[in-house]
């Protein structure tokens, strides 16, 4: 299938003319021949010097066929031992890179890492990137910023949007299940950043827009019918996750930021992430993102029981959590930067009497994400991680994130709005 881009774009019920940077989206099975083709056509004929960046398994998947459809074209080929998107990752591109005289096109055949590692050298060059995904692993392909991890530190990175996806469905199918199990969790976890967008919507009245959450819960309802198919190999349900994986990149472009995507369930994957916290751990993103989903739709519905007795009290105030943050992050550096994106308090958005007033609301919301034994099913079915221990942890780091991660982003979440309650420290643990 072709993915209509004109179909995300223009004025919206929600009041925002919607753009999107990525000019064509092309998802079907014998894509990749296709690409001599487009390449030959307006817009993208005007690039003649182009160069492609993958790893030794992912040339073998696609690569080998992109150099010999292309010409021949210069291949960077990176060792996918320890490749991580980081300060590492990009100066080993960039060392392949800066001997090759001309450069007006880069080309990413891979799946996460190898697109961030692109998208931030093709930014530096100030050069377009096209697309080639070859797992359906991620939701990030068409996202703006690469998510690195900058010695240690968990950013979000200024980077290109590839102009061109050319994702051959057969291509993805023949992909390590691990990998679709971790593009599964990716995509799963929209169930609760949709939550807290929603929740944050009725609280403080943040922009939301209606279109795109429908857009997701329709990508997530294909991918629940979709499970038994990607157990299968069966082709069509992985275009249905891979296109659910790509709009959801394209409901970021919509709204210029991460919103309906990102959630207290990527807070948590991110707070793992962090080489200045934790070990690096041997996981996906989407793998550790499946997990913060079942963590927090744990202690989400564990709150929604306190809600229901109507037993509870209400702070009337929030402070930031200075000690917590200064006790955790240790790197002077990186603490000053987390108390910087927490000042000023995003809490002080929130009336105590409103969000008192709203729960009958915030109950119908939470009551919307699977609960977490439902996810842990779902996860199964591709064989997925789906515990803390699966990817290295001990059960008491579900407390320690609850409490720290909400702070690593300026983003208002529920599992920070919890800290209002007076239940808070029982639903957890």
């Not at 099975?29 to 492609?52: C, R, S, T």
């Not at 291949?75 to 990752?89: F, Q, R, T």
């Not at 029981?305 to 200075?322: A, M, P, Q, S, W």
Request: proline content about 3%.
């Amino acid at each position: 299938m072709k993915i209509n881009i004109k179909e995300f774009t223009g004025n919206c019920s929600c009041g925002r003319d919607h753009q999107l940077v990525v000019d064509d989206v092309i998802l079907e099975e014998g894509a990749l021949k296709k690409l001599p083709e487009i390449l030959n056509k307006e817009p993208y004929d005007q690039y003649k010097h182009l160069v492609m960046v993958c790893d030794d398994n992912t040339y073998e998947a696609a690569g080998k066929e992109v150099e010999k459809l292309l010409g021949g074209i210069p291949v960077i080929k990176l060792d996918p031992e320890n490749l991580h998107a980081n300060e590492i990752g990009v100066a080993k591109v960039k060392e392949q890179l800066d001997p090759i005289k001309e450069v007006d096109c880069m080309i990413a055949v891979g799946s996460g890492t190898i697109h961030d590692l692109t998208r931030y050298n093709a930014y530096e060059r100030k050069i377009p990137f096209i697309s080639v995904p070859t797992a359906a692993s991620v939701d990030g392909y068409v996202s703006t910023v690469a998510a690195m991890s900058w010695y240690g530190f968990k950013k979000s990175m200024i980077a290109e949007s590839p102009i061109l996806v050319v994702a051959d469905s057969r291509i993805i199918t023949d992909a390590p299940m691990r990998l679709t199990a971790s593009g599964v969790g990716d995509l799963l976890g929209k169930y609760t950043a949709l939550a807290d967008w929603k929740i944050t919507n009725i609280l403080d009245g943040e922009y939301i827009c209606d279109r795109i959450c429908e857009m997701e819960y329709d990508a997530l309802d294909k991918l629940k019918e979709s499970l038994d198919g990607l157990s299968n190999r069966d082709i069509n349900a992985y275009e249905e996750l891979m296109y659910g994986l790509l709009l959801s990149g394209l409901a970021m472009q919509m709204t210029g930021h991460s919103r309906p995507a990102s959630g207290a369930e990527h807070h948590m994957a991110h707070f793992w992430e962090m080489a200045v916290i934790n070990d690096e751990i041997d996981a996906y993103h989407g793998e550790k993102v499946g997990v913060g989903l079942i963590q927090v739709s744990d202690i989400y519905h564990e709150a929604v029981k306190y809600l229901k007795e109507g037993n509870f009290k209400v702070k009337d105030h929030v402070d930031i959590e200075t000690d917590l943050i200064e006790k955790t992050f240790t790197n002077k550096e990186l603490c000053e930067s987390i108390k910087k994106t927490n000042d000023p308090n995003l809490l002080d958005l929130i009336d105590p009497k409103v969000l008192r007033e709203k729960t009958e609301e915030i109950i119908r919301i939470i009551e919307e994400i699977p609960k977490a034994d439902e996810i842990v099913a779902m996860l199964e079915k591709v064989h997925g991680v789906k515990s803390l221990e699966d990817i290295g942890f001990t059960p008491d780091m579900k407390e320690k994130t609850a409490r720290v991660a909400p702070y690593i982003r300026d983003r208002i979440t529920f599992m920070r709005i919890l800290k209002f309650y007076d239940f808070y420290d029982d639903v957890i643990k």
